[in-house]
């Protein structure tokens, strides 16, 4: 808000000679004297008591001249009395003596001899009164007579004697009536002075008065000192009114600055009504970007659309403006042509400027945020007032920009909180919600309006201890900021897993005001990870197993070689025939079974093709009826129109097997088995994160068995989990399962529920190929000529390989390892056509010999040879691309081997 009062201008303390002072401290002002009272009031009462002074101090000097007059009389007269009375005169004689004398001094007289009257000449004033000192004065016909009484004690007699003095009396009567005309004479003076002091003086000022007082200037009276006095009073109004209209605008700004809620609405109020306050052609306001470079700018004045289009940028804000901008007091420049900071010239289209008055607008910390600026003042120069004024604008105005930038910080910010995929929770510090984002509710189920108010304690899951809430309570609290994980309830009475970080919010005064939550779901990264680790368990089962069964399958290779060498050496009805079968019956389960364990792990090149799920189910049924028991009875519910599926048809019946008999130990008592096929969209895989354009193919197997707990059923695919009694079962059927499924590309889910039964569904992605058509057997001659190297470190297989290449017709030369085969190979190069070649060897694997022997002879024939796959091993693909013949897996027959020696060997080689 700006502060009307001019600087310099203001009380300093408060007293009773100010009104606002007077005003502020609740007292009332005491109500102006006017002239009369003030002024003439006085002289008139003086001029009163003057005259007043003056008659009574006459009256008093007449009476005491009068007075020493009667006395002096009076005196002589009664000298004259006892003169006589000193005689030796007889009574009579004395008495014709004062009547004789009385007479002749024109006294009046009585001689009494105690009540008694002895002589008396005319009527003696009966109403007389006799002072202490024996003077006499008394009353008659409005007449003063004065005398006194005197004792003959040698007559016995009292002699009283008064005399009127008229003289004197109308001598009084004369000065008094001077006085009262004298009087008359002053209060008639002071009435026509009060006249003239109204007619002249009151009057016209209070013309003067009446017109002010009606918001009119004060008209001329032709009296010089009120028309210099009434043209004093009609500049201060003057200013007064000016100063209250800048006073009204600048209030009217700040009101309007603390409603605009927009930096435009802003600068447009600004450079709207600071114009009326400084009379300009133009008057302009700019907003500062971070660099300090003019980011906004509005003008008022001139026709800011065509000056933008004639001039096509904002101004750099060198030169003049430069100087303003890092000025911290006004910028009042007069004449902008002769200052040092003016460029010289202004770009085509900017108006030209004459004067300036410009001044920044600072940020709380003191930074320039905005400039406000005026040029071309219309009447004159700029003043010391247009600074000022100037300086309040600028100081409401930053409060206003200020006030709209963090408002628009903090709504950027409350927009990123709102946005934020991280939970964000407000608490008092007793723990009590004040807010919450919209993450919140996403993970947790709750809504704003259903937390606010209460206690975090609603989302507690039970998982985490007095101790864990203790230990976090007790590091907030003492302002240190606490991390770790959650398991918290929802809405619904899920739980979830977060990571939170918390942390307190002090106040000004270093106090704890609130505490601040960032929490991160970490619910489905934990399933990952789970998920992760169960990868990890059972890659490095699989590669365990993997090494196993690459082991199994060299020994297997020996086994089923040299059974097959017998079974061929021996006549048909030989004894040991039976022998030599269930050897090479059981070389076979055992190079079956490795084969599974290695596709489980995927270290089997599985040979997908075609097929359809249908056909596999019932080419798997007559299986399922001799392994399921006639308590259960197997139900199908197989759909006619199922796409095709790429998929290893004989680990597809490897899946239906094992969840049969999963299904068949879950229902001791009997039930039913019920395998059902359908076609579903690729929605179903969205989910799961493996989109499919042509749908899926499900296969749902379900029971009606004893079914499952909730935490059994997380750990079903786990390898080696069973749920059967010790020795009754491995734990890696479903774990193959879930293996199978994954290599084709598909998933797994189940639903179970203890009482009810078990669902397991099974999602292929489907194939828009058709189901290929099988081909006829090749050639059952496999016989050939030439010298073939043989490189392996298993004595027994290299044996073998000896025996069944000599009698295909092939010379052998046989090497133990990597270097010998390659010294033998440099010595015999020009007669050797191919070498057999195992993979994996000691000291040097196969691919450095691979490379050793191209280096020798480039386009050799090289024949690779492994317990692995050419999936599991990666290296055999590179070879296979390098120059590499082919690849057979042992254990191998001799067919296999025949074959692929010949095809190595090429044509003309057989």
Request: hydrophobic share 40%.
């Given at each position: 808000?700006?502060?009307?009062?001019?600087?310099?201008?203001?009380?300093?303390?408060?007293?009773?000679?100010?009104?606002?002072?007077?005003?502020?401290?609740?007292?009332?002002?005491?109500?102006?004297?006017?002239?009369?009272?003030?002024?003439?009031?006085?002289?008139?009462?003086?001029?009163?008591?003057?005259?007043?002074?003056?008659?009574?101090?006459?009256?008093?000097?007449?009476?005491?001249?009068?007075?020493?007059?009667?006395?002096?009389?009076?005196?002589?007269?009664?000298?004259?009395?006892?003169?006589?009375?000193?005689?030796?005169?007889?009574?009579?004689?004395?008495?014709?003596?004062?009547?004789?004398?009385?007479?002749?001094?024109?006294?009046?007289?009585?001689?009494?001899?105690?009540?008694?009257?002895?002589?008396?000449?005319?009527?003696?004033?009966?109403?007389?009164?006799?002072?202490?000192?024996?003077?006499?004065?008394?009353?008659?016909?409005?007449?003063?007579?004065?005398?006194?009484?005197?004792?003959?004690?040698?007559?016995?007699?009292?002699?009283?004697?008064?005399?009127?003095?008229?003289?004197?009396?109308?001598?009084?009567?004369?000065?008094?009536?001077?006085?009262?005309?004298?009087?008359?004479?002053?209060?008639?003076?002071?009435?026509?002075?009060?006249?003239?002091?109204?007619?002249?003086?009151?009057?016209?000022?209070?013309?003067?008065?009446?017109?002010?007082?009606?918001?009119?200037?004060?008209?001329?009276?032709?009296?010089?000192?009120?028309?210099?006095?009434?043209?004093?009073?009609?500049?201060?109004?003057?200013?007064?009114?000016?100063?209250?209209?800048?006073?009204?605008?600048?209030?009217?700004?700040?009101?309007?600055?603390?409603?605009?809620?927009?930096?435009?609405?802003?600068?447009?109020?600004?450079?709207?009504?600071?114009?009326?306050?400084?009379?300009?052609?133009?008057?302009?306001?700019?907003?500062?970007?971070?660099?300090?470079?003019?980011?906004?700018?509005?003008?008022?004045?001139?026709?800011?659309?065509?000056?933008r289009q004639d001039v096509k940028r904002l101004p750099r804000g060198e030169g003049i403006l430069k100087l303003m901008k890092f000025s911290m007091v006004p910028v009042k420049i007069n004449d902008i042509a002769s200052h040092p900071a003016f460029s010289g010239a202004f770009p085509v289209?900017?108006?030209?400027?004459?004067?300036?008055?410009?001044?920044?607008?600072?940020?709380?910390?003191?930074?320039?945020?905005?400039?406000?600026?005026?040029?071309?003042?219309?009447?004159?120069?700029?003043?010391?007032?247009?600074?000022?004024?100037?300086?309040?604008?600028?100081?409401?105005?930053?409060?206003?920009?200020?006030?709209?930038?963090?408002?628009?910080?903090?709504?950027?910010?409350?927009?990123?909180?709102?946005?934020?995929?991280?939970?964000?929770?407000?608490?008092?510090?007793?723990?009590?919600?004040?807010?919450?984002?919209?993450?919140?509710?996403?993970?947790?189920?709750?809504?704003?309006?259903?937390?606010?108010?209460?206690?975090?304690?609603?989302?507690?899951?039970?998982?985490?201890?007095?101790?864990?809430?203790?230990?976090?309570?007790?590091?907030?609290?003492?302002?240190?900021?606490?991390?770790?994980?959650?398991?918290?309830?929802?809405?619904?009475?899920?739980?979830?897993?977060?990571?939170?970080?918390?942390?307190?919010?002090?106040?000004?005064?270093?106090?704890?005001?609130?505490?601040?939550?960032?929490?991160?779901?970490?619910?489905?990264?934990?399933?990952?990870?789970?998920?992760?680790?169960?990868?990890?368990?059972?890659?490095?089962?699989?590669?365990?197993?993997?090494?196993?069964?690459?082991?199994?399958?060299?020994?297997?290779?020996?086994?089923?070689?040299?059974?097959?060498?017998?079974?061929?050496?021996?006549?048909?009805?030989?004894?040991?025939?039976?022998?030599?079968?269930?050897?090479?019956?059981?070389?076979?389960?055992?190079?079956?079974?490795?084969?599974?364990?290695?596709?489980?792990?995927?270290?089997?090149?599985?040979?997908?093709?075609?097929?359809?799920?249908?056909?596999?189910?019932?080419?798997?049924?007559?299986?399922?009826?001799?392994?399921?028991?006639?308590?259960?009875?197997?139900?199908?519910?197989?759909?006619?129109?199922?796409?095709?599926?790429?998929?290893?048809?004989?680990?597809?019946?490897?899946?239906?097997?094992?969840?049969?008999?999963?299904?068949?130990?879950?229902?001791?008592?009997?039930?039913?088995?019920?395998?059902?096929?359908?076609?579903?969209?690729?929605?179903?895989?969205?989910?799961?994160?493996?989109?499919?354009?042509?749908?899926?193919?499900?296969?749902?197997?379900?029971?009606?068995?004893?079914?499952?707990?909730?935490?059994?059923?997380?750990?079903?695919?786990?390898?080696?989990?069973?749920?059967?009694?010790?020795?009754?079962?491995?734990?890696?059927?479903?774990?193959?399962?879930?293996?199978?499924?994954?290599?084709?590309?598909?998933?797994?889910?189940?639903?179970?529920?203890?009482?009810?039964?078990?669902?397991?569904?099974?999602?292929?992605?489907?194939?828009?190929?058709?189901?290929?058509a099988e081909t006829p057997d090749e050639s059952e001659d496999y016989g050939g000529t030439g010298t073939i190297l043989v490189i392996e470190d298993e004595p027994d297989v290299r044996e073998l390989n000896r025996d069944i290449l000599q009698k295909l017709g092939y010379s052998v030369i046989?090497?133990?390892?990597?270097?010998?085969?390659?010294?033998?190979?440099?010595?015999?190069?020009?007669?050797?056509?191919?070498?057999?070649?195992?993979?994996?060897?000691?000291?040097?694997?196969?691919?450095?010999?691979?490379?050793?022997?191209?280096?020798?002879?480039?386009?050799?024939?090289?024949?690779?040879?492994?317990?692995?796959?050419?999936?599991?091993?990666?290296?055999?693909?590179?070879?296979?691309?390098?120059?590499?013949?082919?690849?057979?897996?042992?254990?191998?027959?001799?067919?296999?081997?025949?074959?692929?020696?010949?095809?190595?060997?090429?044509?003309?080689?057989?």
């Amino acid at each position: 808000m700006v502060s009307f009062a001019r600087r310099g201008n203001s009380c300093s303390a408060r007293s009773a000679g100010c009104r606002f002072c007077t005003f502020l401290s609740g007292q009332r002002p005491v109500k102006p004297q006017g002239i009369i009272l003030k002024i003439l009031f006085p002289i008139v009462a003086f001029m009163l008591l003057l005259t007043v002074f003056v008659s009574l101090r006459t009256r008093w000097i007449i009476r005491g001249i009068m007075n020493n007059y009667h006395d002096s009389l009076i005196s002589q007269e009664r000298g004259e009395i006892e003169n006589i009375l000193k005689g030796d005169l007889s009574e009579e004689a004395l008495l014709s003596v004062l009547r004789t004398h009385f007479d002749t001094e024109n006294f009046m007289y009585q001689v009494k001899r105690g009540d008694a009257v002895v002589a008396s000449c005319c009527a003696f004033p009966e109403g007389y009164k006799i002072n202490p000192d024996g003077s006499m004065t008394a009353m008659m016909d409005d007449s003063q007579f004065y005398g006194f009484r005197i004792a003959a004690k040698k007559y016995g007699l009292m002699i009283d004697v008064l005399r009127e003095f008229p003289h004197m009396t109308e001598f009084s009567r004369q000065l008094n009536s001077t006085v009262t005309v004298f009087s008359i004479s002053i209060l008639l003076m002071v009435v026509y002075v009060l006249g003239v002091v109204r007619k002249n003086l009151l009057k016209p000022m209070r013309q003067i008065m009446d017109r002010i007082g009606h918001g009119e200037n004060a008209a001329l009276t032709h009296i010089r000192e009120l028309d210099e006095l009434g043209s004093v009073v009609n500049k201060a109004f003057a200013t007064a009114e000016l100063k209250n209209m800048q006073a009204r605008i600048l209030h009217e700004i700040a009101v309007s600055l603390n409603k605009n809620t927009t930096l435009e609405d802003i600068m447009d109020t600004i450079v709207g009504q600071s114009n009326m306050l400084i009379d300009t052609e133009l008057s302009s306001i700019a907003l500062y970007d971070e660099k300090g470079d003019f980011s906004k700018l509005k003008v008022y004045g001139v026709d800011e659309a065509k000056i933008r289009q004639d001039v096509k940028r904002l101004p750099r804000g060198e030169g003049i403006l430069k100087l303003m901008k890092f000025s911290m007091v006004p910028v009042k420049i007069n004449d902008i042509a002769s200052h040092p900071a003016f460029s010289g010239a202004f770009p085509v289209g900017h108006p030209v400027l004459k004067n300036f008055l410009g001044y920044p607008i600072f940020s709380k910390d003191g930074r320039p945020i905005a400039a406000l600026y005026f040029a071309n003042k219309r009447h004159g120069d700029f003043t010391d007032e247009d600074e000022d004024i100037l300086t309040a604008i600028a100081s409401d105005a930053a409060v206003a920009i200020q006030r709209v930038q963090d408002t628009e910080k903090m709504e950027r910010f409350r927009r990123i909180i709102e946005s934020s995929f991280d939970v964000i929770v407000i608490t008092d510090r007793n723990g009590i919600i004040e807010y919450v984002n919209n993450a919140f509710e996403a993970v947790t189920g709750f809504s704003s309006g259903e937390v606010t108010g209460q206690s975090t304690n609603l989302l507690k899951s039970g998982v985490h201890d007095h101790h864990f809430y203790r230990n976090l309570w007790d590091t907030i609290l003492s302002g240190r900021p606490w991390k770790g994980e959650f398991v918290n309830r929802r809405k619904d009475g899920g739980v979830y897993n977060t990571s939170a970080v918390i942390f307190p919010v002090f106040s000004d005064a270093g106090e704890i005001r609130n505490f601040v939550s960032i929490q991160r779901d970490l619910t489905e990264e934990k399933k990952l990870y789970e998920q992760l680790l169960r990868a990890q368990k059972m890659e490095a089962i699989g590669t365990l197993a993997g090494g196993i069964a690459h082991d199994f399958n060299n020994l297997l290779s020996a086994v089923l070689g040299y059974a097959e060498i017998l079974k061929e050496e021996l006549p048909a009805d030989h004894p040991l025939q039976k022998a030599v079968g269930i050897i090479e019956n059981s070389a076979n389960r055992g190079a079956d079974l490795a084969s599974r364990i290695l596709q489980v792990t995927r270290k089997e090149k599985l040979e997908f093709r075609v097929v359809n799920l249908n056909g596999v189910i019932e080419d798997t049924l007559e299986l399922l009826s001799r392994s399921i028991p006639k308590t259960i009875s197997i139900e199908m519910k197989l759909s006619p129109e199922l796409p095709g599926i790429r998929a290893d048809a004989t680990q597809l019946q490897q899946v239906i097997m094992n969840l049969a008999v999963n299904a068949r130990d879950a229902m001791p008592e009997g039930g039913r088995i019920i395998i059902e096929t359908a076609s579903v969209g690729k929605e179903n895989g969205a989910a799961n994160g493996m989109p499919s354009a042509g749908g899926f193919v499900k296969l749902s197997v379900s029971d009606t068995g004893i079914g499952m707990e909730e935490g059994i059923v997380h750990k079903i695919f786990d390898p080696f989990f069973t749920t059967k009694e010790r020795g009754s079962g491995t734990g890696l059927g479903l774990y193959i399962v879930h293996s199978i499924v994954s290599n084709h590309g598909g998933y797994t889910n189940l639903y179970s529920e203890p009482g009810k039964g078990t669902r397991f569904n099974v999602y292929f992605p489907a194939s828009a190929e058709l189901p290929a058509a099988e081909t006829p057997d090749e050639s059952e001659d496999y016989g050939g000529t030439g010298t073939i190297l043989v490189i392996e470190d298993e004595p027994d297989v290299r044996e073998l390989n000896r025996d069944i290449l000599q009698k295909l017709g092939y010379s052998v030369i046989t090497a133990p390892d990597g270097k010998e085969g390659l010294r033998i190979f440099r010595e015999k190069n020009a007669e050797i056509g191919l070498v057999l070649l195992d993979i994996i060897m000691p000291m040097m694997n196969g691919p450095e010999v691979f490379q050793a022997l191209r280096t020798i002879v480039p386009d050799v024939r090289v024949l690779l040879v492994s317990g692995y796959s050419s999936a599991a091993f990666t290296g055999i693909d590179g070879l296979l691309k390098s120059g590499a013949k082919g690849f057979i897996q042992k254990p191998f027959s001799k067919k296999t081997l025949a074959r692929a020696v010949q095809k190595a060997l090429g044509p003309g080689n057989s």
